[in-house]
């Protein structure tokens, strides 16, 4: 499947912060003292494991903004399958160039992979049923964008990017609202037409009243068993959207997905992603 690529512009001060936190005050002063300037290469980013690509992207830009000359063929794409050994992409040019860009590009490509590799392993347990897997806001900070991009190439869904995306009622809002209908009928009187509403429930108790209230068009079960699930697609109804969160994991996202719920989201995607194993081969 191909993806249709963010700006480089919006991506580009991330990956500077990234260059600049790697390169320091003076730059690559090894490359500087063992590479003589002229000296030319062509490189190689091969993937050590099985895995779905992502980060091919972020990888060219931080090449590209460390020597803009550096001539950059990507061959496995971001949201592509690769194999162990697998050239992803060829880099060739100035070897100096080539080195002071590799941790930064490495850094990226790997950790995004690891990222793509998790979700589409979530996502083949949810073939045949319509539940979509999505993300949550639990990404590194200052990376939250590249992370969702590449829970995309896994091919999962993203959920809010930002505070601001949509009204999501959490638990402790209703808390300190003094509850569901409290927090309903707040936002009913305060939000934009154009804001989508999603309220967190953890009992089918408040579930019931969610319903009766009205002015949600999502509601979030939160941390229920599959059994609970059942009752709560039922009760719903198709009278709006579900999705199921909390203790997610591999082997138990089937089963979510066999309820009925409409999507399914887990932080695990980003926060417990293991980086895949890329290296630069000269």
């Given at each position: ?105 490495l850094n ?5 992979t690891g ?144 309820t009925g ?22």
């Amino acid at each position: 499947m191909s993806f249709a690529t963010v700006p480089d512009l919006i991506l580009e001060p991330m990956i500077r912060n990234a260059l600049m936190e790697d390169l320091g005050s003076y730059g690559d002063v090894t490359t500087r003292a063992v590479i003589p300037a002229e000296t030319r290469y062509a490189a190689r980013l091969n993937a050590r494991a099985d895995a779905v690509v992502s980060g091919m992207q972020v990888a060219r830009m931080a090449f590209h903004l460390v020597d803009a000359g550096l001539e950059i063929e990507i061959h496995v794409g971001d949201g592509e399958a690769c194999s162990a050994g697998q050239t992803l992409m060829t880099i060739t040019g100035s070897a100096g160039s080539i080195l002071s860009g590799e941790r930064v590009a490495l850094n990226f490509a790997g950790r995004l992979t690891g990222i793509a590799t998790k979700t589409a392993g979530f996502v083949a347990q949810t073939k045949g049923t319509g539940a979509r897997v999505t993300c949550t806001r639990k990404t590194t900070p200052g990376l939250r964008l590249v992370e969702k991009l590449a829970v995309l190439h896994g091919g999962g869904f993203n959920h809010r990017y930002s505070l601001s995306d949509a009204i999501l009622i959490k638990d402790n809002h209703i808390a300190a609202a003094g509850g569901v209908r409290q927090v309903l009928e707040a936002t009913r009187a305060h939000a934009s037409h154009m804001m989508a509403v999603e309220i967190e429930v953890d009992t089918l108790a408040q579930l019931e009243e969610v319903l009766a209230v009205g002015g949600a068009s999502v509601v979030l079960l939160d941390n229920m068993s599959n059994e609970m699930l059942v009752q709560a697609v039922e009760m719903i109804g198709g009278r709006m959207a579900s999705e199921a969160s909390g203790n997610v994991t591999l082997e138990r996202i089937a089963g979510i997905a066999a309820t009925g719920v409409d999507y399914i989201s887990s932080g695990a995607l980003t926060h417990s992603a293991a980086t895949v194993d890329l290296g630069l081969d000269f």
